[in-house]
Nanobody, 119 residues
Framework: VRLVESGGGFMQAGGSLSLSCTASGFYSLGTMGWYRRAPWNRRELGAIIDAGGSTDIGDSVKGRFTISRDNAKKTVYLQMNILKPEDTGVYLC???????????????WGQGTQVTVSS
């Protein structure tokens, strides 16, 4: 199983960036989404979306970030608008699923992609 992230980069405050993450090797795929790496090895919720399209958006990005997914492409997208300097960080793609029908669902994390927002 594998998660391949793309997008991110550098943007001035008020601008927009988008991220995408494609899953491969999964037998079944559940919730996908994005977290931002936080101090002390924590992860701060950006946004997640389940296979049915229900979403959970982090309080700090609510109203500015939008998450969507294409189940056929096994891809999740994060549209980040009205970016703020405090949005800066490494964004980690997340997926919950299994590689074979015999396994149980497990969490998988991508390598992360850098987002830098200047003031």
């Amino acid at each position: 199983v594998r998660l391949v992230e793309s997008g991110g980069g550098f943007m001035q405050a008020g601008g927009s960036l988008s991220l995408s993450c494609t899953a491969s090797g999964f037998y079944s795929l559940g919730t996908m989404g994005w977290y931002r790496r936080a101090p002390w090895n924590r992860r701060e919720l950006g946004a997640i979306i389940d296979a049915g399209g229900s979403t959970d958006i982090g309080d700090s990005v609510k109203g500015r970030f939008t998450i969507s997914r294409d189940n056929a492409k096994k891809t999740v997208y994060l549209q980040m608008n009205i970016l703020k300097p405090e949005d800066t960080g490494v964004y980690l793609c997340y997926a919950n699923g299994r590689a074979t029908w015999e396994e149980v669902d497990d969490d998988l994390w991508g390598q992360g992609t850098q987002v830098t927002v200047s003031s």
